[in-house]
T-cell receptor
Framework: GQNIDQPTEMTATEGAIVQINCTYQTSGFNGLFWYQQHAGEAPTFLSYNVLDGLEEKGRFSSFLSRSKGYSYLLLKELQMKDSASYLCAAADSNYQLIWGAGTKLIIKP | ETGVTQTPRHLVMGMTNKKSLKCEQHLGHNAMYWYKQSAKKPLELMFVYSLEERVENNSVPSRFSPECPNSSHLFLHLHTLQPEDSALYLC??????????????????FGPGTRLTVL
């Protein structure tokens, strides 16, 4: 079957770095998406990886290893506004998105 | 603002009611999606309309009925719902390459959702 695993909740300190991991098992693979969702709001796109390696966008970076079925989202210089849920989704051979349950990130001062 | 709007934002309905959720996208996209989001569960794709073609998930109960009159508007008609249908219903849109109906090739833009409570 197809499956996405990511931690349910993580806590980090303002100004620190946090890494949110995601493992996936899909029938075929056409890329890995990360979305951010603040409470009561719409998910918003953060990143897309289809090749192995690290993609950096400001304070946020996303990494992919296709051979390991593994991705992570790295958030640096954490700010209170980064408190949100982070959703991992993999596109399968039909380009359908398989979603994880999301990781709730709590930032403490 | 993502360019995707949903109404109403909140809805409380009884099990015998009939209601409709509305979604509108102002992005010129050609694919629209309905998702169900329950607490601590993955997003569940319910329906996709892409390049005038409807792609549906066969596990969605018939008490949910989608309608897509044009590429900018999407409705979800609800009737005789159950309490377990209470959830956040999200609409999304994306641009799909021609000839690849239902393909999630590009990022999806989500609306703010309708919080549905079934009593």
């Amino acid at each position: 079957g197809q499956n996405i695993d990511q931690p349910t909740e993580m806590t980090a300190t303002e100004g620190a770095i946090v890494q949110i991991n995601c493992t996936y098992q899909t029938s075929g693979f056409n890329g890995l998406f990360w979305y951010q969702q603040h409470a009561g709001e719409a998910p918003t796109f953060l990143s897309y990886n289809v090749l192995d390696g690290l993609e950096e966008k400001g304070r946020f970076s996303s990494f992919l290893s296709r051979s390991k079925g593994y991705s992570y989202l790295l958030l640096k210089e954490l700010q209170m506004k980064d408190s949100a849920s982070y959703l991992c989704a993999a596109a399968d051979s039909n380009y359908q998105l398989i979603w994880g349950a999301g990781t709730k990130l709590i930032i403490k001062p | 603002e993502t360019g995707v709007t949903q109404t109403p934002r909140h809805l409380v309905m009884g099990m015998t009611n009939k209601k409709s959720l509305k979604c509108e996208q102002h992005l010129g996209h050609n694919a629209m999606y309905w998702y169900k989001q329950s607490a601590k569960k993955p997003l569940e794709l319910m329906f996709v309309y892409s390049l005038e073609e409807r792609v549906e998930n066969n596990s969605v109960p018939s008490r949910f009925s989608p309608e897509c009159p044009n590429s900018s508007h999407l409705f979800l008609h609800l009737h005789t719902l159950q309490p377990e249908d209470s959830a956040l219903y999200l609409c999304a849109s994306s641009h799909q390459p021609e000839g690849l109906a239902g393909v999630s090739y590009n990022e999806q833009f989500f609306g703010p959702g309708t919080r549905l409570t079934v009593l």
